[in-house]
């Protein structure tokens, strides 16, 4: 069954498979679990949505540039909808707001100034009235006291299926994509003074309507110390402290031209300093990798492991990833939403599976779905 609290004077959503509660609060010494953990050694599997640009372009939403994903809002918000649909249909846990292009540099200046909140609200009543209308997603799971995994080839890579099996519903979460506002991949762009308005912007017309916070595709970590600023003034604004789950992104180095001597963020900062200054001192309650490569992203997740191991917070901290199918390209030449990049024929959704994601489970990962290019098709695979 799945039960509605309040926090704060917000609601949140849970689910109870047995007698294991997978809530969704801060791990913090009193409360009854950790952030949609299920244990503190085995968090139960969680599936992220795919990719929303490629797939409104794919179903036929209006679609170019500079607007990208955004245009859909202004001229199809119907196609956003039936996007979100098919993910939940699909089998995704979360579905995320089509907040990522709602910036200056795909809306321009003037009718972002003009619309910008406007269109970031949208984009959360639109995901919202997704999950709220339709939300209930029908996922399996054992039929045993106190078992916590669903029914996904992921969940329990090495344990045998159960035979006797039985439905239970879920509450699909609605994570509040912030974008990386000065530009995909490139952390020598980021201005904090820049910025800082922008994503304030998306913060305060996206928080009536999200259960968790995404701040996606950060090349460095200065933008992760940015959107949890943003995060906290908001929710202080509000009447409390934070009580928005905030879950940090990073995007990694995956230029096999260019090697680097361990896991390392687009800026060339450590993947281990990154995890650590998330969790030690952003309070980040999921640390998560995307639009990179997959083959970069396992050896990340172990470094991951190991730093929110070390430091004691094993089955409190999530960690996830969600890699997109880009081919290979340099770090100085690639930006995110500049074009349309050619996507890699083995990453179909049995290759992604087989390939990839089973290695990211075993390794630690407990969130996994999909950026650019990954689909609901892929989801479904993660989830049947």
């Known amino acids: 069954m799945h039960a509605r609290i309040a926090l704060g004077g917000r609601a949140h959503y849970g689910l109870l498979i047995g007698r294991q509660w997978v809530g969704i609060w801060p791990c913090k010494a009193g409360t009854r679990s950790c952030h949609l953990a299920s244990s503190p050694s085995q968090p139960s599997l969680l599936i992220l949505d795919g990719g929303t640009g490629r797939e409104l372009k794919k179903i036929g939403a209006p679609f170019r540039q500079p607007e990208w994903s955004a245009l859909a809002l202004l001229e199809g918000p119907e196609y956003v909808t039936r996007v979100h649909r098919a993910y939940v249909m699909a089998g995704a ?67 045998a299926t159960t035979s006797t099996e039985t439905k239970k519903k879920t509450k699909v979460l609605v994570a509040g994509s912030l974008p990386p506002i000065c530009g995909s991949y490139r952390a020598e762009w980021f201005n904090p003074d820049f910025a800082r308005p922008i994503l304030s912007t998306l913060v305060g017309a996206l928080h009536p309507y999200v259960d968790l916070w995404l701040a996606e595709t950060l090349s460095c970590i200065d933008e ?29 180095h995956d230029d096999n031209k260019v090697c680097l001597p361990e896991p390392s963020l687009r800026s060339g900062e450590a993947v281990a300093e990154a995890v650590r200054v998330a969790t030690e001192e952003l309070d980040a309650e999921a640390v998560l990798f995307n639009c990179s490569q997959p083959e970069v992203m396992g050896e990340a997740v172990t470094v991951a492991s190991r730093v929110i191991g070390g430091g004691g917070r094993r089955g409190c901290v999530r960690i996830g990833v969600y890699a997109n199918a880009f081919p290979p390209q340099g770090d100085n030449e690639a930006q995110a939403n500049s074009s349309l990049l050619e996507i890699r024929r083995d990453l179909d959704p049995e290759g992604y599976l087989n390939k990839f994601a089973r290695e990211w489970r075993v390794a630690g990962a407990s969130v996994i779905g999909g950026c650019c290019g990954i689909g609901p098709e892929h989801i479904e695979a993660l989830r049947r």
């Open 93 to 159: 846990d979360i579905i995320t707001t089509n907040s990522y292009a709602i910036v200056p540099f795909h809306l321009g200046e003037a009718t972002f100034a003009a619309r910008g909140a406007e269109l970031a609200a949208l984009s959360g009543r639109l995901a919202r009235a997704v999950v709220d209308g339709e939300g209930e997603n029908e996922c399996t799971a054992a039929a045993v006291t106190g078992s916590s995994s669903s029914e996904s080839p992921l969940s329990r890579p090495t344990a």
């Open 224 to 252: 992760a110390r940015l959107a949890h600023e943003v995060v906290a003034k908001q929710e202080r604004g509000s009447g409390g402290r934070r009580t928005t789950p905030l879950w940090l992104s990073f995007t990694l």
